[in-house]
């Protein structure tokens, strides 16, 4: 069977609203452009197959409204750590991406954290005071 025709319990409903995923960036890291996109793109892909696997329902909701995301930056990786507590107290799906260290920053670090995907009133709540990447 398909991965996308499997049948799941889902036990939060979806609300049937836009939904968005934000990608907030630690801008102190000062990474090129191409490795931005490269760990938002891998922060992407873990939402998606988490989704998958976890809630095939938010899933389908956000991929039929057109899987809006937004790229915003964070000051340092303290504010990113901030905003993933603000986030979970708001029940929003936090995730993260950590670098492996071959080429522009430390092992370890926090590069690139995901909020939502969720209703975009919930998301906003917690990271509009942030600037667009």
């Known amino acids: 069977m398909a991965w996308w025709n499997r049948r799941r319990e889902q036990t939060v409903p979806i609300p049937n609203v836009e ?17 931005i996109a490269a760990q938002v793109g891998h ?15 938010l899933l389908q909701t ?16 303290e504010e990113m750590h901030l905003l ?13 991406v950590r670098d492996a260290g071959r080429t522009q920053i430390p092992s370890g670090s926090m590069t690139v954290i995901g909020i939502g995907p969720a209703p975009v009133e919930q998301v906003d709540d917690v990271t509009s005071y942030l600037k667009l990447l």
Do not use: F
């Not at 995923?21 to 490795?35: F, H, I, N, Q, R």
């Not at 956000?62 to 990786?77: C, I, N, P």
């Not at 993933?84 to 993260?96: G, H, M, P």
């Open 19 to 35: 939904h968005k995923l934000v990608c907030v960036v630690d801008a102190s890291l000062k990474m090129g452009k191409g490795k």
């Open 43 to 57: 922060l992407c892909m873990e939402v998606a197959l988490g989704l998958e696997r976890n809630r095939p329902r």
């Open 62 to 77: 956000w991929t039929r409204k057109g899987q809006a995301k937004v790229v915003l930056k964070a000051l340092d990786s």
């Open 84 to 96: 993933i507590d603000r986030a979970k107290e708001a029940n929003l799906l936090t995730w993260s």
